[in-house]
């Protein structure tokens, strides 16, 4: 978790890296041609024939076996992850990562127990708040237990239509700034007056 505007980290559970080598190496070897990338605290590693897109912040390319740093999250791209390998994939790394997020072509990996609803309850303990005082958004499978958690879990119309039965409330897509217009209608605005 990070505290915002800063970015400051504030609570992380990372793949420890012989852990990350291990999954990098079983992927590698199970999912011949999957590039790899991997997320530490401050900078994004890749492998060095990624030809994928680059996510933002500072890089570096390196081997899988030289990962000597913390690992937050690991991902996985090419065409071979499929709705029908994420079986196999999700048995070959069971005990050293959980599959965070899977989009046909794209994996993220992270240490067991990580998700998006752990992190929510986390910071809602921290700061008393219930799960009624929440409004979450989100836009794949991965967000599914976090908006059900949440007092009001919006899907983002963007989102797999089979997904929208299990949400409280359908936003417009992402390109229609859905979540904006959620937040406009949901949360009271004072205007501001001349004086």
Same mark, same amino acid.
Not at 117 to 138: D, K
Not at 147 to 152: F, K, N
């Given at each position: ?13 990372? %793949? ?13 070897? &199970? ?20 030809? =994928?897109?680059? %996510? ?31 079986? @196999? %994939?999700?048995?070959?790394v069971s005990g050293l990562a959980d599959v965070g997020h899977y989009f046909p072509g794209v994996v993220d990996l992270?240490?067991? =127990? ?17 799960? @009624? =005082?929440?409004? @979450? ?18 899907l983002m119309g963007n989102a797999d239509y089979r997904l929208h039965e299990l949400a409280d409330e359908i936003a417009?897509?992402? @390109? ?6 959620? %937040? ?5 605005? &004072? ?5």
């Open positions: 978790m990070c505290d915002l505007p800063s970015g400051r980290i504030t609570w992380s559970r990372a %793949l420890t890296p012989s852990v990350a080598v291990r999954v990098a190496a079983v992927i590698s070897a &199970r999912f011949p041609g999957v590039q790899l990338g991997w997320v530490h605290h401050d900078r994004v590693g890749y492998q060095e024939n990624y030809a =994928g897109r680059f %996510l933002a912040g500072e890089r570096y390319h390196d081997t899988i076996d030289r990962i000597d740093r913390p690992v937050l999250k690991m991902f996985g791209v090419g065409p071979s992850l499929t709705d029908a390998a994420l079986p @196999a %994939l999700r048995s070959l992270v240490a067991p =127990g990580v998700s998006k609803v752990m992190a929510l309850r986390r910071y809602c303990a921290a700061h008393q708040i219930t799960p @009624a =005082g929440v409004i @979450a958004f989100g836009d794949s499978a991965a967000d599914i237990p976090m908006l059900r958690w949440s007092g009001r879990g919006v417009p897509g992402c @390109a229609q700034d859905g979540v904006a217009q959620v %937040l406009e209608r949901v949360i009271p605005v &004072r205007q501001e007056v001349d004086r």
